[in-house]
């Protein structure tokens, strides 16, 4: 695929099915690394709604081989910003870094989507944090209380009409057990798309 007169989107499918779209632009030394799962609020279901939203949380817990703080610490020790997001149909990680540091993004990424480890503790944390972002855009914010309902209305029978940030009902319900399925039912290559933009 052409992008400009000079650009072009490379896309590879590996043998795990993982998906990659590269797109090479060398007019500065940096690369944004994207790994975007096929899993959004649509994907959870009756009773447990905002589990899709709550991993996106946990696949900051770490790994034996990167915890929680040696994970941060390398990105942030390599000039890194990284973040996430969750909607309807998908959840999106993310990595801007210098374009010479790619290799540590594909390290990190790579092993929390083989080898993440969560404890009830980090559940119970992050389930607090949700519950409480929550309480902030939806609960008390009329814009996102309306928004929640107008899907709700809009989709009554279909699973867009889940609120992405769940019910805290079905949050307080969620078990660990939960949370391990799902990271193997969807957080796996053959559901993931690497997308790559810059110096690469």
Avoid at 124 to 145: A, C, I, L, T
Wanted: proline share 4%; charged share 25%.
């Amino acid at each position: 695929v052409r992008y400009g007169r000079d650009k072009e989107v490379m896309r590879f499918q590996l043998g795990n099915g993982l998906q990659i779209i590269i797109l090479e632009d060398m007019s500065v030394p940096l690369v944004t690394f994207q790994t975007w799962f096929g899993v959004g609020s649509r994907f959870d279901h009756r009773g447990k709604t905002g589990i899709a939203h709550l991993f996106e949380h946990l696949m900051f817990k770490g790994t034996k081989a990167h915890p929680h703080d040696v994970f941060d610490r390398l990105l942030e020790e390599a000039g890194a910003r990284s973040n996430a997001a969750t909607w309807m149909d998908w959840t999106c990680y993310y990595e801007d870094l210098p374009a010479d540091q790619l290799e540590l993004a594909v390290r990190l990424e790579s092993d929390r989507m083989a080898n993440l480890e969560l404890t009830e503790a980090q559940l119970d944390s992050e389930r607090d944090v949700v519950k409480n972002e929550r309480e902030f855009r939806v609960d008390n914010d009329p814009d996102g209380k309306l928004f929640e309902e107008l899907f709700r209305l809009v989709f009554p029978s279909h699973p867009y009409g889940n609120p992405t940030l769940g019910t805290v009902s079905d949050l307080d319900a969620l078990t660990l057990d939960d949370c391990i399925a799902f990271h193997r039912q969807y957080y796996v290559p053959s559901n993931a798309t690497l997308v790559v933009v810059g110096g690469v």
